[in-house]
């Protein structure tokens, strides 16, 4: 079988996986941002006690794996997904999925993935790939968010498949079934799905740490960092903070400029023009995000460090959770075309 | 973010590739376009690994004064933590912890002390030495 796979470059690796591959088999209107909003990607959660790289554990998007398993569910797409317990049988499955023209998702950790920059190499489980061809020891690569596609030995890629600790891959794969072409009304249906269930987690998820409530509950805890951890640690959180909502992957703003592009795109699909107005406040909150990142890097970088610096930076959250709530608030009340 | 407001800073991503970023353009229509970087965030990275050179640096210290194993110093200096190296090793955290101790790492066999090298890309002589080496 001839290999026809396109890279197509994203700003984040799991919407790029998981649009490269729909598109692989024939659902020709599906873009990154319909991938995240169908996949219901936005998020927010803070989870205290738990600790990555000695920071705070923050996200600014949902649970790995869930954007490709939502969106190629709600299009009526059936899925494969496998893991393994040995890395040869791994590999098997890999090559016969190649040989047979079949581009497979791979979940990987980068510390290992040899073609990224060494600063952004930490042991972070829950990356996403394509694999789409072998030549020799080399498999070829298209990992979303290069510009281009890359190339790893048989061995290098191996080790990201069988990356260890938290979240490890185990080599899992993940592919659509069958080709399948999806209707402009399936899509549309799949919107909605996807709306209702974003407004879900961010407005009525219980507790109070995740979801619009959680924005608020982070932006609380941080005007106590100060007192509570020192000037110092306290700066590192911040910067774990901005790391999480900018890095690459994000599109910028935590995601909610990728969200604001969704909106739009839906938009193409249901001519209700209030979608173009909430699109406008998601575009305020991932600059609102923006703007607090400035306030945190005044932190980190010493230059501003009052207590009223952090009670700033503590009520661009505040700021922002009720700005994000408003907006969810009213797409919970959008007509959607039938 | 307008599209003209994407910032276009040097990066640790220099030379590997530029990453998308979504922003509105005049007509305030979604459009994506290549940055280089943001000085925010690179600061933000900048300042996590001052940190971790900070710890690679304590560690090693503790290490040439004889309070702690070379392993101590590896695992900082690979960015893990107990959870991760006894993932990889399959010790227990406990054991390591021990392995942590000068006087048990050097009664460690050839094949434990292999384990940890293989994991932390260093030939066991290395392991060893990480004082000299380091």
Known sequence: ?338 | MKKDEIPQDPSPLDKFTKEVCYAVDESGNYVTQLSRGWEVKASALGITWEDIDKKVAEAKQKVDKGELSPIAYYIELRVMDLSIVSAYTGFWKWTIKRHLKPSVFKKLSTAALQKYANLFEVTIDQLKNSSVNA
């Open chain 1, 1 to 338: 079988m001839p290999n026809t796979f396109q890279h197509l470059q994203a700003a984040h690796c799991e919407n790029g996986v998981t649009t490269n591959l729909l598109r692989s088999v024939g659902v020709t209107q599906i873009t990154e941002p319909l991938a995240f909003g169908i996949g219901s990607g936005l998020f927010f959660i803070y989870i205290p006690l738990m600790k990555i790289n000695g920071g705070p554990a923050i996200a600014f998007r949902t649970m790995p794996g869930l954007i490709f398993k939502r969106t190629a569910q709600s299009l009526g797409i059936e899925v494969v997904r496998k893991t393994f317990s040995s890395p040869a049988k791994a590999q098997q499955f890999l090559d016969d999925c190649i040989k047979s023209g079949q581009p497979v998702g791979c979940q990987v950790g980068v510390y290992f993935l040899s073609y990224f920059p060494k600063e952004y190499r930490f042991h972070f489980n829950a990356h996403n790939l394509i694999v789409y061809g072998k030549e020799g020891d080399n498999y070829l690569v298209s990992d979303p968010v290069m510009e281009t596609t890359n190339v790893l030995s048989t061995y290098e890629l191996e080790r990201v498949r069988f990356a260890k600790g938290a979240l490890a891959p185990k080599g899992q794969v993940y592919f659509p079934k069958a080709a399948k072409p999806v209707s402009d009304d399936q899509i549309r249906r799949a919107i909605v799905t996807g709306v209702k269930r974003n407004v879900r987690d961010m407005l009525h998820i219980p507790g109070p740490i995740a979801g619009v409530s959680g924005i608020k509950y982070t932006g609380n805890k941080i005007k106590n960092w100060r007192d509570k951890l020192g000037v110092e640690k306290a700066g590192l959180y911040l910067a774990q903070l901005v790391r999480m909502q900018e890095e690459i992957g994000t599109g910028g703003g935590g995601f909610r400029f990728i969200y604001g592009a969704f909106l739009q795109q839906a938009h193409a699909y249901h001519k209700n023009d209030s979608l173009l107005e909430i699109s406008k406040s998601f575009t305020q909150s991932g600059d609102l995000w923006r703007n607090a990142a400035v306030q945190a890097a005044g932190i980190y970088k010493g230059r501003i460090t009052s207590q009223a610096d952090f009670n700033i930076m503590g009520d661009y959250l505040l700021e922002i959770s009720e700005l994000e709530k408003k907006a969810f608030k009213e797409l919970s009340k959008v007509q959607w075309q039938k």
